[in-house]
């Protein structure tokens, strides 16, 4: 950025030099600056406008008072300079901008909005707990703990550390005489000693003592705080290295400190501290953060495979090797960009748990530029070809209610639904078979997927997995399959090897098991003697030209959907349109309990229909049962009840209506 405009920015920081004229001027200096970047970017990148769908801008952030408000007439605020408009105006590319302020509307704080990035990119497949620290000017974190599920991002915490390097930052200009706006490689602070006395004394502000999740800006640690901070190293006789050695230690002891608080709320503390942002370039920073964590948590630089100390992260890890594709001071970047294409796909790009909105929105306002009608006219395109898929889907329905049944009947019997594919069709069975547990309070055994490639390959392309005939056959007969079993491939060409390969193997190896086909092209049937049923949904060329992540996609997960949710109907796992075969593991689950028992028992209220809850252990089902066959009956008894009848709730509860007593 160039002096000037950082100065003059610097000026309007202050409220006692603001004025709305230089504001207004630099609203549109900023947005111009943010418009070379794009310019800059794309030449350096090789592409021209037309090659660019999306910009998102962040944008500068002049002021975040998201505490409550003082009075009446005050609100809780943010506000960054840089209008989109401007970009897009000037490089004809649709911009999103203004993140922020829809959040702080919703009553939450509009920070951090790293987390849902996080979640995004580090997926639920974690075997450690992970903290993904960024230190800008503030710190703020993504703790992701080896439990997370993608799904239910409730689990993970976000929050400001602190003052990240604007103290820091603050002193090396001082120290420099405005020469440098930062301690460049650590090596002003290496210099120095920290003085405990004055870090502790610095510790006591009320925003180290606050719990965790929680949001801070320069409106508490900004120039004024700094300069305070200055103030005391100058009244104590610090010296100017000690002074910044101590900051520095500030940052450190801050971000280390918040884990502990994060600690008591979530139970688990990381293992690993991945850093991005300027501070992961700082030696001294990382040296001390990696004295002030636990003994055995691992701190290290975005994109790198060593820790600070040159040892090797497990590269087994897929969490860990994740996170070296964006390297540190890039990440924020690259989050903005997918919060942009989030906001124009009409998704939500925040986690309410983590900033403490009352619920999700889309954040982000659109400035349309010169490509907006074609982008409106592609997602239009992709949406006609997306409600043909939807007819295609249909017309199979006779056969998808038929095998789903198939499904339900050897599922009771003692069988399973293994679903085999690769690329996007092995991701998507891998997917529809991960969600029947939690959805349907199912046992994991009854749903299987497998992928060409292994669980690598779900992040991963793994070349030739696909063509591999033979390992599909391994990997399947490796499941000690039998005759009760169904085995359903997933190939959007049809042709796929490895699916065949497990299919045919399945088929000589267990005449009785049922052998199914999903596939997105025509086939001549009696090709595949190995294959009882087919499944030929024909959608036609996608629209990019052998994407078959779009239309085969979409059809090959409407059908998934309809065949795994009406095995389970059919397997007694709803009544009418509700999943009672719930088991609470959450509050929003807890919720959900609550309000199935009085839609289904009628005459109970909250508290009566929490008492059944935790008598029935958090089981849905068995605290129907409970209330249906007797207030004295126990949850053992309900349980028996059910199984007497297959599970099926609706059994009991007609017999209930009939005045009859269930057993």
């Known amino acids: 950025m160039p002096a000037t405009l950082r100065q003059r920015i610097v000026k309007q920081l202050k409220p006692e030099n603001s004025r709305i004229d230089e504001l207004t001027q630099l609203d549109a200096a900023l947005g111009l600056w943010f418009v070379d970047a794009v310019e800059s970017l794309m030449h ?21 008072d998201v505490q409550q408000p003082r009075d009446a007439h005050s609100e809780r605020m943010t506000w960054q300079l840089g209008d989109g408009s401007f970009i897009a ?20 704080q509009g920070a951090p909005l790293m987390p849902v990035f996080d979640a995004l990119m580090y997926g639920n497949q974690r075997p450690s707990t992970i903290a993904l620290q960024n230190i800008g000017g503030i710190g703020n974190v993504t703790l992701l703990p080896h439990a997370a599920s993608a799904e239910d991002n409730r689990h993970i915490m976000g929050f400001d550390t602190g003052p990240g390097n604007m103290v820091i930052d603050r002193f090396a200009e001082i120290i420099s005489h405005g020469r440098l706006l930062y301690d460049k490689d650590g090596l002003f602070s290496s210099q120095g000693k920290v003085d405990e006395a004055l870090l502790q004394s610095w510790l006591e502000h009320p925003f180290y003592q606050q719990s965790p999740p929680k949001s801070t800006g320069r409106e508490q640690f900004g120039h004024e705080y700094a300069d305070a901070c200055w103030q005391d190293c100058v009244a104590r006789g610090v010296s100017p290295f000690d002074a910044i050695a101590t900051a520095t230690a500030l940052t450190a002891r801050t971000i280390a400190h918040s884990y502990e608080q994060a600690a008591l709320v979530m139970g688990v503390y990381p293992e690993y501290v991945v850093v991005s942002g300027g501070g992961a370039y700082n030696p001294t920073l990382m040296r001390l953060l990696a004295a002030d964590v636990r003994p055995g948590t691992r701190v290290s630089r975005a994109g790198e495979a060593c820790d600070i100390n040159g040892q090797p992260l497990p590269l087994s890890d897929a969490a860990l090797t994740l996170g070296s594709v964006i390297e540190a001071d890039s990440k924020e970047a690259v989050a903005f960009a997918v919060f942009a294409y989030q906001a124009v796909c009409g998704r939500s790009n925040h986690l309410p748990a983590t900033t403490g909105a009352s619920h999700e929105i889309v954040l ?28 295609v889907v249909a017309s199979l329905r006779s056969t998808i209610a038929t095998v789903a049944t198939a499904m339900a009947k050897r599922i009771a019997l003692g069988g399973r639904v293994f679903y085999v594919g690769a690329g996007t069709s092995g991701r998507l069975g891998v997917l529809d078979a991960s969600e029947i547990p939690p959805t349907f309070s ?13 669980d690598h390959a779900l992040r991963n392309a793994v070349e030739g997995a696909e063509d591999n005939r033979e390992q599909g056959k391994l990997d399947l007969l490796a499941k000690e399959l039998t005759d009760l079993d169904v085995v359903m491939g997933i190939a959007a060409s049809g042709t796929t090897p490895y699916v065949h390969g497990a299919l045919q193997a399945t088929k ?15 086939l001549r049937e009696t090709d595949y003697p190995y294959i009882d049923t087919f499944l030929t949904a024909v959608v036609g ?22 065949l795994s949710t009406v095995a389970m109907i059919v397997s007694g796992k709803t009544y009418g349109n ?32 929490v008492q059944l809850l935790e008598q029935a252990g958090g089981q849905v089902k068995v605290a129907i049962a409970m209330r249906l066959t007797g207030v004295t009956t126990t ?29």
């Open 44 to 64: 350096h990148a090789g592409v021209t406008a037309e090659d660019v769908d999306i910009i998102g801008s962040h944008g500068q952030t002049m002021w975040h």
């Open 89 to 108: 105006a000037k490089t004809g590319i649709t911009t999103v901008c203004d993140f922020r302020t829809a959040d702080v509307a919703l009553g939450g």
């Open 364 to 391: 982000g306002k659109l400035c349309p530029g010169m490509n907006f009608r074609q982008l409106l006219e592609v997602v239009q395109l992709i949406n006609d070809e997306d409600r043909h898929v939807a007819q």
């Open 442 to 454: 199912a046992p994991s055994m009854w749903f299987q997927g497998l992928i060409a490639g292994g």
């Open 508 to 522: 000589e190896a267990f005449p009785g098991s049922h052998t199914v086909l999903i596939a997105c092209n025509p």
């Open 541 to 562: 060329p996608e629209i990019l030209t052998g994407s078959t992540r779009m239309k085969a996609g979409t059809a090959t997960k409407l059908i998934l959907n309809q």
């Open 578 to 609: 509700l999943m009672v075969d719930l088991r609470v593991s959450n509050q929003k689950l807890r919720r959900r309990a609550i309000r199935i028992l009085k839609l289904v028992l009628g005459d109970v209220d909250d508290d009566e229909a």
């Open 635 to 663: 949850k053992e008894e309900a349980e028996a009840v059910l199984r007497s009848h297959h599970g099926r709730l609706g059994h009991i509860v007609a017999r209930s209506a009939a005045g009859e007593t269930a057993t």
